[in-house]
């Protein structure tokens, strides 16, 4: 059985991953320091899938760890999710996520170079894009400069990627630009955890329902868009993990020295109110909210080009945007 290390595997993604590696056949090796997941999800996952996964706890600084890892197990590749996400918190503290997100990257390549691991599937974002000219973006949409220190850090993981391919010590990699990320497993055992307030629009959203948050504020009603609220393209946890599937069975079938990136996402935009209105469609909840000021560094409107990961990977959404608001949901009422 092929074994994927999965960096940041108890994380909201990584853990969304791990299941749909299992029912593909591959056995995942989990690492994660737990900063921003609970240990409890190893239990959920096994439950899920009928196996003990293996499980490291630490991060890809750790080389001890990393090549504990690499005794136990055969890697044949890695999916890498490890990394601080917090757009805001980057700005407090610069350093904190140079250092993981950059400084975890290096250590990680450094790693699988030691051990002869050839595939890696990288965790990017559309907000290397920031504000694109025109929509729906393409993978060939110039980045532009980072709207945070980590959207910086995904930048820069990205061109050491393709250095380190261009050095030709036989590196395989894909890197997938995640759209917004929404939704939870149907059986409500994981999903996203946010610690404390939430940053993102949809946990926000199902706090608020529970009646955990007094009022979700839209930030901003008046920008140039249908309804005056911002645009996103809201992809489904699992159809996501569904590529990161796709994305490291595609290495196995590629040259040595090979990059590649693809946007993920559903190809469609909605506005934050639409958000809003199947949120309360499917939940059959009225949501107090208000329109509040625009978030400062918030893009307008983005939504992906998914033509290349559907010709080439052959990958295709199948949830909408009332799945991923049923799925939210009900996440949220298990908890
Ligand atoms: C979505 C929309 C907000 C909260 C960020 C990161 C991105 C990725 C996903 C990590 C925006 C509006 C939100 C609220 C609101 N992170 N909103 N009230 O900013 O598109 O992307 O998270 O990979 O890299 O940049 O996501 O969910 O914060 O916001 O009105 O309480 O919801 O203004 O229009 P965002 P988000």
């Known amino acids: 059985m092929k074994k994927i290390l999965i960096t940041g595997g108890a994380g909201y993604i990584g853990s969304h991953t791990a299941v749909e590696l299992v029912k593909a056949g591959f056995l995942p090796i989990i690492i994660d320091d737990l900063s921003n997941s609970d240990i409890g999800v190893l239990d959920r996952l096994k439950e899920i899938t009928g196996q003990e996964l293996p499980f490291y706890k630490g991060n890809c600084g750790d080389k001890a760890l990393l090549n504990q890892v690499s005794e136990d197990h055969q890697i044949s590749g890695v999916i890498h999710f490890a990394a601080f996400k917090a757009v805001g918190e980057s700005t407090e503290e610069p350093l904190k996520y140079y250092r993981n997100n950059v400084g975890g990257l290096i250590s990680l390549l450094d790693f699988m170079q030691e051990n002869n691991i050839r595939d890696i599937v990288f965790s990017s974002s559309c907000t290397v894009y920031g504000q694109p000219d025109t929509l729906p973006v393409t993978e060939d949409t ?116 090979f990059y590649d990136v693809f946007n993920v996402g559903t190809g469609r935009g909605n506005t934050v109110l639409e958000v809003i209105q199947s949120f309360e469609k499917v939940s059959g909840k009225k949501l107090n909210y208000e329109i509040g000021p625009r978030r400062p560094g918030d893009v307008i409107k983005v939504w ?20 991923s608001m049923r799925d939210s949901w009900n996440w949220q009422k298990s908890l």
Request: glycine share 8%.
């Open 142 to 257: 110039p980045r532009k400069d980072a709207e945070s220190p980590y959207g910086n850090t995904k930048k820069i993981c990205e061109d050491i990627l393709v250095d380190v391919v261009k050095s030709k010590v036989g590196l395989r990699v894909i890197s997938l630009r995640y759209f917004n990320p929404v939704g939870a497993h149907e059986s409500s055992k994981i999903g996203e955890l946010p610690k404390g307030k939430p940053n993102n629009l949809v946990p926000f959203v199902t706090q608020t329902a529970a009646g955990i948050r007094e009022k979700l504020t839209v930030f901003g009603g008046d920008y140039e868009t249908p309804d005056g609220t911002c645009i996103r393209d809201y992809i489904h946890v699992v159809d996501l993990a569904d590529a990161h599937l796709r994305a490291i069975q595609y290495l196995e079938g590629q040259t040595q020295d």
């Open 304 to 323: 992906a080009d998914t033509t290349k990961i559907n010709d080439l990977l052959g990958w295709y959404p199948k949830k909408s945007l009332d799945d």
